[in-house]
């Protein structure tokens, strides 16, 4: 086959390999779903993927997605996947429908200030790396009591991020203990799985996957 070269046959590719992906391990397609990652992407390409269907986006800075958000058709559902800084949690609140990466009482203390709860996800830093956000495995437990008793959050789920080892086989371990983490609190959602090791996510359990350059190329820098 040669290689998909329009916005519309990444999508289907991509569609194609969560088919698959699924079906491989006995689960439906449509309980995955695709968020199409669009940092460092230009509105108008956003919008080649809108009309090619695509309905789930996410962005990973608040500042650049607000513009976006604003400009773009109302009926997009917009994920948070990015760090968030407690002084963003109330603006954030305000143009996402889901956050991914809760993570500290900090924000939790800004989200108890809002209206009305938002659906989220805890992200967990599984392989412990210094560099990268999220709660550490074994301070799950504690955090998620805290944000259970938010009322500026509705907990959903756990989502991570995991190391970049170059090998989609390698990440199934971090993906299958996220999975056991998952069903420990019984979580509904499990965002996991990037370009290129959604599809081992998906074969461990994952309902979200976040797929930037595999649908809108390499980004810059
Ligand atoms: C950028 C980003 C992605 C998408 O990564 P790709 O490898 O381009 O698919 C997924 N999740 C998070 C948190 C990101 O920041």
Request: proline share 5%; net charge neutral; hydrophobic share 40%.
């Amino acid at each position: 086959m040669r290689q998909p070269e329009t916005l519309r046959e990444r999508l289907a590719v991509v569609r194609e390999r969560i088919a698959r992906a699924a079906e491989s391990v006995g689960r439906k397609p449509e309980e995955v779903s695709l968020i199409a990652v669009t940092k460092t992407v230009a509105p108008e390409r956003i919008l080649e993927a809108y009309e090619a269907g695509q309905r789930v986006f996410g962005e990973s800075r608040v500042q650049e997605a607000a513009p976006k958000i604003a400009g773009l058709p109302s009926d997009i559902e917009w994920h948070f996947i990015g760090k968030l800084q407690s002084n963003k949690v109330r603006k954030a609140a305000g143009l996402f429908r889901v956050i991914h990466t809760l993570e500290s009482s900090s924000q939790l203390k800004e989200f108890e200030k809002l209206a009305a709860p938002v659906d989220s996800l805890i992200e967990v830093n599984l392989a412990h790396e210094s560099q990268k956000s999220g709660v550490l495995p074994e301070s799950l437990d504690e955090f998620w009591q805290l944000a259970s008793q938010c009322k500026g959050v509705r907990v959903r789920g756990l989502m991570t991020i995991g190391p970049n080892l170059g090998d989609p086989e390698a990440m199934r371990p971090f993906f299958r203990e996220l999975r056991r983490l998952g069903d420990r609190f019984g979580c509904e959602w499990l965002s996991m799985g990037m370009s290129a090791d959604f599809d081992v996510a998906i074969q461990e359990g994952a309902t979200h996957v976040r797929v930037g350059s595999a649908l809108f190329g390499e980004r810059p820098g």
